[in-house]
């Protein structure tokens, strides 16, 4: 699909696409550290896949030349395309939809969630599509899913514990306290928490800080031989 009146060679240019729709990446805290997990999980999850895209809060164009036809998805995932940075997501361009969606729902976005993005997925098909209500404020239950099942979408039955499984990417969706865990469903291995990617993030500056002090005493002793 095409808007009219726009010359080819410029709407099929990123650069003719907002990148930043103005409002704020999350709502507060919570919100913003859950997305920072999921992606940054999904993101190690396939690092080593050549042909899957990992991304969030990037805004989607899916109208050719319409730069009000967007969808700015907190979570997604998008397999067959270059892995790749990107100023914003032309989906007549990359040929593939996500086929896995999370929104992180909050009081401002909630009614938009539930009723304008779920319609809109499901038209340009997103396979999978999952809400998390983080502080349990807004839905029940606070996790929810949708699956394409001949081109609409149905509710994903949760399991007996309350999570969701993804078909797409062979992950479990469960809560812990105010965030997801995504668990590995071949091997039962949950993928890092958002405290564990904390972690690791601190300790791999803490060897980086410590490698630069090594190598400026090291520098420091060359230099004091040579003076010598």
Aim: charged share 35%; glycine share 8%.
């Amino acid at each position: 699909m095409q808007a009219k009146g726009i010359p080819l060679e410029q709407d099929d240019d990123e650069d003719f696409y907002p990148s930043s729709d103005g409002r704020p990446i999350a709502e507060g805290d919570v919100h913003l550290e859950e997305m920072f997990y999921l992606i940054t999980a999904l993101k190690d999850r396939y690092q080593d896949v050549p042909d899957v895209y990992v991304a969030g809060n990037l805004l989607l164009y899916f109208i050719r030349g319409d730069r009000t036809a967007r969808l700015a998805p907190d979570v997604f995932v998008v397999k067959g395309v270059e892995k790749r940075n990107r100023k914003s997501f032309l989906l007549w361009k990359e040929g593939q939809a996500p086929c896995f969606v999370i929104e992180v729902t909050s009081e401002d976005t909630r009614d938009e969630d539930i009723e304008m993005k779920r319609d809109r997925y499901e038209r340009i098909r997103v396979d999978e599509y999952f809400l998390h209500d983080p502080l349990a404020e807004y839905l029940n239950p606070p996790l929810q899913g949708y699956r394409l099942q001949d081109g609409r979408y149905r509710r994903i039955s949760p399991e007996p514990d309350g999570s969701l499984v993804s078909w797409t990417t062979g992950l479990r969706l469960r809560r812990e306290g105010e965030h997801l865990r995504l668990v590995d469903l071949a091997t039962g291995t949950p993928l890092p928490s958002f405290q564990e990617v904390q972690e690791a993030s601190r300790r791999k500056d803490e060897e980086i800080r410590g490698l630069k002090e090594e190598l400026a005493r090291l520098r420091h002793e060359l230099e004091s031989r040579g003076q010598g």
